[in-house]
């Protein structure tokens, strides 16, 4: 198996492509540990594997929150001894034009978005760096490299995420750990279909729209992100470094007309 008892750490790992990646990741033998604000769907995650025969376990983290990290590291180290993999997932949307943004919903979208991947890096990078190995992967998004409408604060995490990315390639490549970034396009997830119920007059309309940037016909499931996270998590990716996979439908390869 890909992963075999490898200690895969998941962010917001509760719903959408978290709990997506964190189940296919425990199908490759790895024992995830989700860490989700919300711990009733951090739960439900860590049952669903662990009713599959596989291996996972839950705790209540929030990445904004430096003593929430210190809590999660020290239950996992006391565990494990040690990290293999770790998947800064957890996101929040934030739709607006930039003038119309609230500075709250400025400061939340950057806080959950930017600083938790920083927070949980900080983390756990020295543990990686004494093992001499490890694997991290940041959730960007295609966003981040190109413009969407009403999006710019949460475009402004995601790109800000990809090039953190790349500098914490350069400086951690000489202890053995790889960074690279996902850039998914539309996923549908609770994420989007929340943003498409709460922003949108017709969700139906929009999610049509939607569609029509892409190049293929359907959204993106949490699983089709998943397995790009595999690959990263897995040896198969020991030659990728510091690289943003996009993973999009098409949506920043061209326009469909
Ligand atoms: N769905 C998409 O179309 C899409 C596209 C590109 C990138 N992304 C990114 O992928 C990631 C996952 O998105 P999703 O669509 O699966 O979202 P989702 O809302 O379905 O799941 C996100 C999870 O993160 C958790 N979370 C939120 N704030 C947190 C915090 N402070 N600490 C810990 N956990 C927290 C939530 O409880 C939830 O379980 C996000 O970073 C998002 O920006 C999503």
Redesign the pocket.
Known sequence: MRLQDRVCLI??????????AAKVFAMEGAFVEI????KD??QRTAEAIQSANGQAAWQQ?????ED?VATWKQQVLEKHKHVDVLFN?????AVGVLHEVSRELWDRVL???LT?VYLVSKAFIPVMMKQHRGVIIN?????AESGLLRRAA?AA??GAVLSMTKSMQVDYAPYGIRVNA???????????E?YLQHSYDDPSAALAQLKQRQLGGE??T?ED?AYAALYLASDESKYVLGSGLVVDGGVTAGKPF
């Open positions: 962010t917001g790992a509760g719903k959408g492509i978290g709990a997506a860490g989700d604000v919300d769907s951090a983290v929030d990445v904004t929150d929430s997932n957890a996101g929040i949307s806080a959950v978005n938790g959730m960007s998004s295609c966003i949460y995490t995601k996902l850039l998914p396009g539309t996923i549908l997830t609770p994420f989007v929340d959204l993106g949490p992100v």
